[in-house]
């Protein structure tokens, strides 16, 4: 029974290789250096999608134009790439959303890559904007707060999409499309209301096993569970540091432009 147990063990460690070796590799490469991700097989419709942009050539000369240190880098607004100096951006990318793909075992660990996103009810992604994790190491005492941050915004979520609330939800909506600012203000502290006694949902525990790569390698744990992480670096976390630590401006562009020079894929090893 026990040398079963150890054969068991011994092929479900290949088996996970097999897995991560499968998985597609990017090279993305910026002005202040080379980073390799690897893409999840888990979140099928955003590795797709990442491809594709990759293989078409969206992102080069496109810019990491938001950066905050011990916090992401984050790039791929589609007008970037011919902005001026100063010019805000964040808000352009291509017609499309990708469904949200939130998998309970896909964290905000150093080096993770996860898609950006709007406010929208079904979490769903940027066609091209994406952020790589800086973050910081946690204790135990950041690790129960952002615990608390993560089920405030599962809260906010659940709320806003349970059917109870669906009628002020379309309202708030409709006047946010009229511009009636007085109306959207007093719809959003009823919706505040709401959101702040709603409890029909599961609270979120952070699993052990991430709390302890936070406590040692560091990343952003609030955002786990509320947003698409769908590759993570695996060379290359000098380069998220560097890039981290630019100088930037009062919406957080750096001050001399962070470039994405191009992004290929690596050809697979079989």
């Not at 499309?177 to 009823?190: C, M, P, Q, R, V």
């Not at 930037?248 to 050809?267: A, C, G, Q």
């Amino acid at each position: 029974m026990k040398k079963l147990l150890i054969i068991l063990v011994l092929i479900f460690e290949s088996y996970q290789t097999c897995l991560a070796q499968d998985r597609p590799q990017v090279e993305i490469q910026t002005n202040k250096g080379t980073i390799i991700v690897e893409l999840f097989n888990e979140t099928p419709q955003h590795r797709d999608n990442f491809l594709k942009l990759v293989n078409d050539g969206v992102y080069d000369s496109l810019l990491f134009h938001r950066v905050i240190q011990d916090f992401m880098i984050q790039g791929g607004d589609t007008k970037s790439k011919t902005s001026k100096t100063g010019e805000q951006l964040g808000s352009n990318d291509l017609p499309y959303q990708v469904p949200a793909e939130i998998h309970p075992e896909l964290f905000h660990q150093k080096g993770a890559l996860a898609a950006a996103r709007t406010g929208n009810l079904q979490r769903a992604s940027s066609s091209t904007q994406f952020y790589l994790v800086q973050g910081k190491i946690q204790n135990d005492s950041l690790i129960q707060h952002n615990q608390g941050r993560i089920n405030s915004m599962l809260q906010r979520h659940f709320a806003r999409n349970h059917p109870d609330n669906k009628s002020l939800i379309d309202s708030l909506e409709q006047a946010r499309e009229a511009k009636d600012t007085a109306s959207f203000l007093s719809l959003s502290k009823k919706l505040d209301q709401v959101v702040a006694g709603f409890e029909d949902f599961e609270k979120y525990e952070i699993p052990e096993e991430h709390v302890k790569i936070y406590k040692s390698i560091g990343g952003t744990p609030h955002l786990d569970q509320n947003y698409t992480v769908f590759g993570q670096t695996i060379s290359g976390f000098e380069v998220i540091d560097a890039i981290a630590g630019v100088e930037t401006d009062e919406r957080d562009r750096p001050i001399e432009n962070v470039y994405i020079l191009s992004m290929k894929r690596i050809p697979s090893q079989k």
